[in-house]
């Protein structure tokens, strides 16, 4: 599994939009990257997933360049609902269901 | 359509007992693993079940087993508790057969105090 190295934390305000950047230098040709997003005392939940180039939902945007050797989820103007855990995985979207998750980067809005 | 739900939502243990948790999967799945996650910390995969068989299982000791009955739920047992098991214990599932496994669906865990 490539081994995912995010920011520890980030701090923002209301109304900006936030970018987080996910390093994964070993990342192999059938991995996906995908981002979670965790509110205290709550599960995981799946914000976003994507191969290359450009990815969007109602959400966040996910921009991988063409190595894939990183990736940065872009969080457009933040509220203070979206303080949360953020973590990056990296993996084979068909080889199995079990996820390893990293520390995640801790992202803090502020008013 | 209801989600994941994990049962206690809360337990408090002392060193030497065992405790056992439980799993209703979201509608429409088949598979549920069970992660633990300490504080401050990213959850860690403890083993995954389908079919009502262990197909995965992580770095953790044979303390910890589980059950998955034939409605999909699932159980976590945790035998011989130790302070170190103090955790939020999390339940996720999916379907086996789906294009993306890796896009889970979490519970809000079971938060587990040992003392």
């Known amino acids: 599994l490539a081994k995912t190295t995010q920011p520890i934390s980030m701090d923002s305000y209301e109304g900006q939009e936030v970018n987080i950047t996910c390093s994964h230098n070993?990342?192999?040709?059938?991995?996906?990257i995908t981002w979670y997003q965790q509110f205290p005392s709550q599960g995981p939940r799946f914000i976003i997933q994507?191969?290359?180039t450009k990815v969007t939902n109602e959400v966040a945007s996910l921009f991988i360049p063409a190595d894939r050797k990183s990736s940065t989820l872009s969080l457009p103007r933040v509220s203070l609902s979206d303080t949360a855990v953020y973590y990056c995985?990296?993996?084979?979207?068909?080889?199995?269901?079990?996820?390893?998750f990293g520390g995640g980067t801790r992202v803090l809005v502020k008013p | 359509d209801a989600g994941v739900t994990q049962s206690p939502t809360h337990l408090i243990k002392t060193r030497g007992q065992q405790v056992t948790l439980r799993c209703s999967p979201k509608?429409?799945?088949?598979?549920v693993s069970w992660y633990q996650q300490a504080l401050g910390q990213g959850p860690q995969f403890i083993f995954q079940?389908?079919?009502?068989?262990?197909?995965q299982r992580g770095n953790f000791p044979d303390r910890f087993s589980g059950h998955q009955f034939p409605n999909y739920s699932s159980e976590l047992n945790v035998n011989a508790l130790l302070l170190g098991d103090s955790a939020l214990y999390l339940c996720?599932?999916?379907?086996?057969?789906?294009?993306?496994?890796?896009?889970?669906?979490f519970g809000a865990g079971t938060r587990l105090s040992v003392l």
């Open positions: 996720a599932s999916t379907y086996y057969r789906g294009l993306a496994k890796n896009i889970q669906y």
């Open positions: 070993n990342i192999a040709t059938n991995d996906y």
């Open positions: 994507g191969y290359k």
């Open positions: 995985l990296v993996g084979d979207i068909a080889a199995g269901n079990k996820l390893t």
């Open positions: 509608s429409g799945h088949d598979t």
């Open positions: 079940y389908y079919e009502e068989e262990e197909r």
